[in-house]
């Protein structure tokens, strides 16, 4: 039974989403903050919002107090619901069939004019929406965004829990683990002069919760990286982590594709087509030109050098002497004027490193564009057959080293996405790509780097033995793209220690800073581990992916700017030299200037 309520209770009886012609008649009180005001000569109308909705309250002309208010002041106003007359039904609000004629007010909180008007439909400057994330996060928008991601998470939970994955937290101040980025690290206090590093992910430890026999682990883990910053990465970010034993390749698939598939139905009701299909990393290339390619639509890149060969096409036949490739792809019937083409689509593919792109408009007779006098005769037919193109057609070629003819009509393939409407943005579709190089040899370096990380398993360890050529070396890491993205990325682990020694001998890494460094998993390798796999999903990738947002920000509550700051707390911020001393900490040259000039502002802000 509720509890009776106090003359004068200001606290809310439903929220502002709540109220239905079902609650008419009904005394209420409802809390929020005040959306928009309208005086009607004496008689005021509040929209009323809290993360439920709005409601339209009525001031009469009894409330002198209504006057006061400005948009985005708190309050609690208790009232009668009472159903609006057909005319003024609001069809586009869920409350919009009623209203409540308020009985009292309670002003709980004032506000002042907010530099980010939350009723407004147009967006504020980024910086601003940064600063005021607060403000920024009232909007109805953003409060969907961070609700979509929650029910994300909770429904990837339940279905991990549902598989007997057991959710296990990993230390955060930690030791560096190599993922491919700098690290963050946190001076320690009681140890001088040594520090801990962030983690880049939990993959250290999810490897030695396998050896401790968990089995099957998940965490929602919070990874760092300092990298420079693109539109879709975070200094900090959030991976749905996950590792288990006594599997191969396929078993990490098959339990993602059922978490996937419960995911989407439970918090979007999106039934996924399963299994993924599987694409090998080099056919992923030689087909989209891409490793993370969009399978949505067709466009596949097709090899034309055996044709080109027959040519006189000095560009096509100088690439294939370099050794470089002739790449195509169709565009079907499309209306490109020469200029669309000549411009737009030239400057689409030098984005990929391309110095030009030949186009030919298809034709049995030669066609027309600037492929059409090297296509005579019997060589336009069998152009259109390799490219299966119809008359009209709009073929577009590019003849550079196979990277950048690869780069390149990737990026034309894109563009033509949008330009030609080409998917359906609620349509998800999720590949594997697997079989990528072990691999890459940095030229400037000199020295070869992991592909995936240094603790993924090769696929054929006999090529790995001494003398071989790690470049021959495949790897059992797979990548999971949807719709051009990808979305996390995994591997089979390497779970015996010599094996792993070998890996970090080809990385040079020598035998001193392997035992500094990795020794304590090289040791837990030596007592006994499950061969093992795992993965890690980008959870604010897909987030925001799936609300159809282009960037992870607004999927994020207090995300950073492109220069990894954060405009609300202003951090990171200089501190105090005492502070500093503590963690047996030296500032040099342009720090300690940055510093000093800190300190200066902060005094200048410290109350006198
Ligand atoms: N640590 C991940 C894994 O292989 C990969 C990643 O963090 O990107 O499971």
Known sequence: MAAARRAGDWRRTHTCGELRPAHVGQTVTLNGWVHKRRDHGGIYFVDLRDRYGLTQVVLGAQFSEALKLSGEDVIGVTGTVVVRDASNVNKERETGAIEVVAESLAILSKAKTPPIDVAASELPAVDTRLKYRYLDLRRPALQKNLIHRARLISAMRAAFERESFVEVETPVLTKATPEGARDYLVPSRVHPGSFF?????????????????MDKYFQVARCFRDEDLRADRQPDFTQLDMEMSFVEEEDVFAV????????????MGIELVTPFPRLRHAEALERYGSDK????????????????????????????????????????????SRKEIEEGLNAVAALGGAKGLAWWKADAGGGTGSLARFAAGPLAGELMQLLSAKSGDLCLFVADAQSVARKSLNEVRLHLRAKLNLVDPKHYAFTWVTHFPLFTYDEDAKRWFSEHHPFTAPE???????????????????????NGWELGSGSIRIHRSEVQERVFEILGIGPEERQEKFGFLLEALSYGAPPHGGFALGLDRTAALTAGLDNIRDVIAFPKT??????????????????????HIQLAGQALTRAAKGAAAAADLTPK
């Open 197 to 213: 590093a962030l983690p880049q992910s939990p993959q250290i430890f999810k490897q030695l919760l396998m050896v401790a026999g």
């Open 256 to 267: 993602w594709e059922r978490v996937l598939a419960a995911t989407f139905r439970e918090a």
């Open 293 to 336: 390619p969009d399978v949505r639509f067709g466009l596949e890149l097709v090899d034309v050098a055996a044709w080109a060969k027959k040519t006189e096409f000095k560009v096509f036949l100088g690439a294939l002497e370099r050794g470089g490739r002739v790449l195509g792809l169709n565009a079907g019937n499309v209306a490109f």
């Open 460 to 482: 054929d360890w006999a090529l790995g033995g001494p003398g071989a050529d790690p470049g021959q070396l495949m790897s059992r890491s797979y990548d999971l793209v949807m």
């Open 562 to 583: 492109a220069s990894a700051a954060d405009l609300m707390c202003q951090a990171p911020s200089p501190v105090r030299p005492e502070n500093l001393a503590e963690v």
